[in-house]
T-cell receptor, first 115, second 114 residues
Framework: DAGVIQSPRHEVTEMGQEVTLRCKPI?????LFWYRQTMMRGLELLIY????????DSGMPEDRFSAKMPNASFSTLKIQPSEPRDSAVYFC?????????????FGPGTRLTVT | QQQVKQSPQSLIVQKGGISIINCAYE??????FPWYQQFPGKGPALLIA?????SEKKEGRFTISFNKSAKQFSLHIMDSQPGDSATYFC?????????????FGQGTTLQVKP
């Protein structure tokens, strides 16, 4: 298995532009998580899905952020309009809850820089 | 009550030494405590995990010690090696609904000097 795939790996954009981050979870996994990592705030859970349905979006910082999961093999995180404070590494992770084991498999991340 | 507090923020250890990272939690409903390891430029990866029905779990040079009454758990890295230099995150998860949602600590950056 190729693991969790994220694209792009790096994104540089100007303030006010729309940014779309993409994620392909591991085949067969039924949970998908979006995280943001910064030096100041550490690893923050933004939103997660179960069987393509958003379960908890309480970590989404504001209405500029939106996430979708149209099918079991694809999810997007969109920021519109982007701001410099959105600069961070965004991780997607997927998991399959089995026997109470909650291991999450993380992708390589997308490093977003908003100038 | 949802927080997991991790310390220290950074740690420098000589090669061959013991690295110890501590975490504390408040919510007694947590029932799964993993540690994740993250190398620069990579996503976190599961290192070792424990459930509260045991006090210790060992995998190679990595050991989790769990103190249920104190609501604390720690990661011990024996015979630390330069290749162990990474950021370590503790986490916790709880029922119901087997959500799989993990609450992460702030992370500890470990540097092992040769």
């Amino acid at each position: 298995d190729a693991g969790v795939i994220q694209s792009p790996r790096h994104e540089v954009t100007e303030m006010g532009q729309e940014v779309t981050l993409r994620c392909k979870p591991i085949s067969g996994h039924d949970y998908l998580f979006w995280y943001r990592q910064t030096m100041m705030r550490g690893l923050e859970l933004l939103i997660y899905f179960n069987n393509n349905v958003p379960i908890d979006d309480s970590g989404m910082p504001e209405d500029r952020f939106s996430a979708k999961m149209p099918n079991a093999s694809f999810s997007t995180l969109k920021i519109q309009p982007s701001e410099p404070r959105d600069s961070a590494v965004y991780f997607c992770a997927s998991s399959l809850i089995s026997g109470g084991v909650y291991e999450q498999y993380f992708g390589p991340g997308t490093r977003l820089t908003v100038t | 009550q949802q927080q997991v507090k991790q310390s220290p923020q950074s740690l420098i250890v000589q090669k061959g030494g013991i690295s110890i990272i501590n975490c504390a939690y408040e919510n007694t409903a947590f029932d799964y405590f993993p540690w994740y390891q993250q190398f620069p430029g990579k996503g976190p990866a599961l290192l070792i995990a424990i459930r509260p029905d045991v006090s210790e779990k060992k995998e190679g040079r990595f050991t989790i010690s769990f103190n249920k009454s104190a609501k604390q758990f720690s990661l011990h890295i024996m015979d630390s090696q330069p290749g162990d230099s990474a950021t370590y995150f503790c986490a916790a998860s709880k029922p119901p609904r087997n959500t799989g949602k993990l609450i992460f600590g702030q992370g500890t950056t470990l540097q092992v000097k040769p």
